[in-house]
């Protein structure tokens, strides 16, 4: 039965993937201008030739750090954030607000605001954490909210010490959140560090690359540049999901 349905479900992907690939087919074949929209096997051409090159993927190793990067830091500074929130209110009076302004703004606009605060290789990080931050800190709150208080009251009856609240009655709580936000938040973080990158241009990146390539009408390097973002970005959200739920299947066995 599992086989069977995998099979479906490739085959189904397989059908929309060649539906999508004909119509681009058939747009770049009415352009007839490869400087507007080149045909898809042009592209994948020069997706081979760069992917040949150490400089295409030392391009991808900077992107994926700095997003990682803001990623993690984003994820710290959220849950450090809904903790605080949580025990103290005038910290939720604080935060709540500037977080969901955070969430309600454009990126574009943090990232050249952050151009005038910050050095521009340090810009895609710090966009990506902001992506980040208002999302771990919303699910990391509506979990310590809801914690479950006559399991609470069982901990204090039994005089559990803080490293056994910890693990017995926060973390199997709050960590199904945590993950949550993680697999909802990966993915605005990688396109806010690109389009940090696009727009602050940092040496040695894909945004920067993506950049030059517009700027020189070089559009198959341009959509090459793309077909990578979005490679890497179906890769490192599977990872991520994977990683999650890989130390759930730890933490549960154990």
């Known amino acids: 039965m599992k086989k069977r349905h995998f099979e ?20 770049a074949a009415l352009i007839g201008r490869d400087v507007v929209l080149p045909m898809p096997h042009k592209v994948l051409f020069r997706l081979a030739e760069l992917a040949r090159t150490a ?13 990682f990067l803001g990623f993690a830091i ?30 309600a703004t454009p990126v574009a606009s943090f990232i050249i605001l952050l151009l005038f605060l910050v050095d521009r290789n340090a810009v895609p990080p710090v966009a990506a954490s902001l992506m980040v931050i208002p999302v771990v800190f919303s699910h990391v709150k509506n979990a310590l909210s809801s914690l479950p208080k006559d399991l609470g009251e069982v901990c204090e009856v039994y005089h559990f010490s803080r490293k056994k609240k910890l693990r017995y009655f926060y973390f199997p709580h709050v960590m199904p959140h945590v993950r949550a936000a ?28 993506l950049y030059y390539a517009k700027n020189y009408l070089a559009t198959e390097d341009m959509l090459a540049w793309t077909v990578t973002v979005v490679l890497l970005s179906f890769v490192i959200e599977k990872a991520v999901i994977r990683l999650l739920f890989l130390h759930r299947g730890e933490e549960e066995s154990a």
């Open 74 to 103: 984003g994820v710290t500074a959220g849950t450090l954030a809904a903790v605080a929130s949580h025990r103290f209110s005038a910290v939720s009076a604080l935060l709540t607000p500037a977080l969901a302004t955070v969430k």
């Open 55 to 67: 400089d295409f993927w030392m391009a991808c190793l900077r992107s994926l750090g700095g997003v």
């Open 182 to 209: 993680c697999r909802s938040a990966i993915g605005l973080s990688w396109k806010a560090g690109i389009a940090a990158e696009v727009i602050c241009t940092p040496r040695g990146t894909i945004g920067t690359n």
């Open 8 to 27: 479906k479900s490739l085959l189904r992907g397989l059908l929309c993937g060649l539906f999508w690939l004909g119509l681009w087919v058939a747009a």
